[in-house]
């Protein structure tokens, strides 16, 4: 009740995108992780989940574009995540889009955004990661979300995603592959069956690669998808994966769509939050529908309650992921979540 009665409304005065950078730099270091780890520090055996080759101590994550330079994953720690997404990550810096680039839609509980993949690029990343791992519980899972540069011809976009793969292979535990971002132009054309196939058939050419190289075992591969696409879209999509042997898929990136939203004039870019609950919901069942055990499912969109998760969960998804819940309802949201999951 602090955090919506006093602490939100004080962050709302401000400009979004500088309250974000200013809570990624709180949580980076200092002394509000441990704070936090006080605070909300709640763990059960009973929420222990396994997806793909990953055992997650329990199935409630941060999403991708939250942490987008991996700089701040001891405080997701603290918080009681049981894993984070960082990212997304590009082989070269890039800046993003023109500011200002967030815009809150607190009427609606949502979030418009259109970034376009502002992060220190993947050298920079790859020492983020790394020294975050040394600090971090072994419990607890990172995940690396992976894009192509907004130069980057289509054709030769499968590289970009290899070279950031590569670099990040020997830390990472996991790799979301951004194809649905619909703040880089062009992006969505890579969830094209010929695109789409190019990059994830190289992309576990070169897993298997680097899993001699290290020793290691190979990382489970997600695909992160769009909740705009067609049936058809959504089947070749499916098809796609299950010949490439991925794990899984993360349902869904933000929309474009307004149909959830009165009318009005909205600014562009991807909405999140409650609005998109509805279209991120109806992709989940198509895919556990269509590919049943074939690929598991990461759950994205609209989750700021217990009922979400469990929603999506009885839909059939393995994990969920937060982004906008948080933002709304504040670090405790998680807590709850995990106490009323034990509970029942």
């Known amino acids: ?29 200092g002394i509000a992780p441990g704070i936090l780890r006080m605070m909300f520090k709640f763990e059960s055996e009973k929420l222990n989940v396994k997806a793909g080759k990953l055992s997650f101590r ?12 991996c700089s701040a994953m001891q405080g997701w720690d603290a918080m009681g995540f049981g894993f984070a997404e960082a990212g997304t990550v590009t082989p070269l810096p890039q800046e ?50 992976i894009g192509k540069n907004k130069r980057t011809e289509l054709d030769d976009a499968y590289q970009d995603y290899k070279f950031s793969f590569e670099k990040c292979f020997e830390h990472a535990d996991y790799f979301a592959i951004n194809v649905s971002s619909p703040n880089t132009e062009g992006l ?24 001699e190289t290290y020793s290691d075992s190979t990382k489970d591969i997600f695909l992160k998808i769009a909740p705009d696409l067609t049936e058809a879209e959504l089947d070749d999509i499916i098809q796609v994966s299950v010949d490439n042997n991925i794990t899984g898929i993360i349902a869904t990136n933000t929309t474009i769509s307004r149909a959830t939203l009165p009318e009005g004039n909205y600014e ?72 009323k999951m034990a509970a029942n």
């Open 58 to 69: 329990n199935p409630i994550g941060l999403a991708a574009g939250m942490d987008k330079n």
């Open 268 to 339: 562009s870019g991807g909405l999140s939050g409650k609005p998109l609950e509805p279209i991120s919901n109806s992709v989940i069942k198509y895919v556990k529908k269509h590919a049943g055990d074939k690929l598991a499912v990461i759950a994205c969109g609209g989750i700021s309650t217990y009922d979400d998760v469990k929603e999506k969960l009885d839909f059939g998804a393995s994990l969920v992921q937060i982004y906008t819940g948080l933002i709304y309802e504040g670090p405790g949201l998680v807590k709850r979540i995990k106490q």
């Open 96 to 145: 993003g889009n023109e500011k200002p680039r967030m815009f809150r839609l607190p009427e609606f509980g949502g979030i418009i955004n259109r970034l376009g993949f502002n992060n220190c690029g993947a050298d920079e990343f790859e020492e983020n990661l790394k020294q975050t791992k040394e600090n971090l519980p072994n419990d607890f899972i990172v995940g690396v979300n």
């Open 188 to 211: 969505r054309q890579l969830q094209q069956k010929k695109f789409l196939d190019e990059i994830l058939r190289s992309l576990q050419g070169l897993n298997k690669e680097l899993d």
């Open 1 to 29: 009740m602090l955090y919506k009665k006093i602490i939100r409304p004080l962050l709302f005065d401000y400009d979004p995108e500088k309250i974000h950078n200013f809570t990624i730099k709180m949580l980076s270091g």
